[in-house]
């Protein structure tokens, strides 16, 4: 897999940098260059940053930061049993308890709700930050609506973090979950009150809380360019209908009494 020119591996975090210490220096270079390109790409091209990843883990399948940017790398591609192996793999090799919300979204992504669920009542959970817990209530608010539960998934975000006026990394999707379950469940009203709070938070534009907004006011947007296209093609159908018609001119006076 070809490597961007200014990659150097340099970009890594260096909790990610100290782990591939453990490994000959060529290779270590070689695994650094090709996580920076699988965290480059998971965003806007998943399938290659999926490639990327494989190739970290058959050059390094023993670093738990390999087996971690597989699992992502898998979920991005959807590949939900695959990346719940490799979040089970990186976790049994550091202890730590920080991927137990996205392998409950796994379970969720293999029709397995129940499971999710279950796993956001298990002692892991105190075990995460805050960020941590709030993911964990967002997939077991999701696990709830895939078992047709809406009132309950509203229940389950009901929480001191949404009420907080404080603007977390977490806040806007939290408000816009909250928002997209409340209309699920016909609180309309509440749930445009929701999606504005989630807009106001959502500095980085993560959700399309305003996308939600214009679609709960009954507002359509059209691209200005797509719109001139239209007129045009529209004018050059008028046209030629007049041309048709023996060009007596009158498909002007049309269009001239249309506008």
């Known amino acids: 897999m070809p490597i961007d020119e200014d990659v150097t591996g340099e970009e890594l975090d260096k909790d990610v940098k100290q782990e591939l210490k453990s490994l000959p220096k060529t290779l270590a270079e070689d695994v650094a260059r090709n996580l920076v390109m699988v965290a ?4 806007e091209d998943p399938e290659r940053a999926y490639a990327y990843a494989k190739v970290a883990l058959r050059l390094a399948s023993r670093v738990p930061s390999v087996r971690e940017a597989a699992g992502f790398a898998a979920y991005a ?34 029709g397995r709700p129940e499971k999710a669920l279950a796993m ?10 805050k960020a941590g817990q709030v993911e964990m209530r967002l997939v077991a608010a999701g696990a709830r609506r895939d ?15 949404l009420a907080s006026t404080s603007v977390q990394p977490w806040t806007a999707r939290l408000r816009y979950a909250y928002a997209d379950a409340l209309l699920e469940v016909g609180r309309e009203d509440e749930a445009r009150e ?12 993560v959700t399309d809380a305003s996308d939600r907004l214009a679609e709960l006011d009954g507002v359509e947007f059209i691209d200005a360019l797509d719109g001139d296209k239209d007129g045009e093609d529209q004018a050059d159908a008028e046209g030629t209908a007049g041309g048709s018609a ?4 009158r498909s002007g006076e049309g269009q001239a009494s249309e506008g």
């Open 77 to 110: 591609v959807e590949k939900y049993a695959e990346a719940l192996a490799e979040f089970r793999a990186a976790r049994r090799m550091t202890g730590l308890q920080h991927l137990w919300p996205v392998m409950a979204d796994c379970e969720r992504g293999l």
């Open 194 to 205: 929701w999606f504005a709070k989630a807009l106001e938070a959502d500095q980085s534009g």
């Open 40 to 43: 480059r790409l998971l965003d």
């Open 246 to 249: 023996g060009g007596s001119g």
């Open 120 to 129: 956001a009542g298990e002692p892991e959970v105190r075990q995460l930050d």
């Open 147 to 161: 078992m047709g539960q809406a009132d309950a998934a509203v229940v389950t975000l009901q929480s001191p973090e």
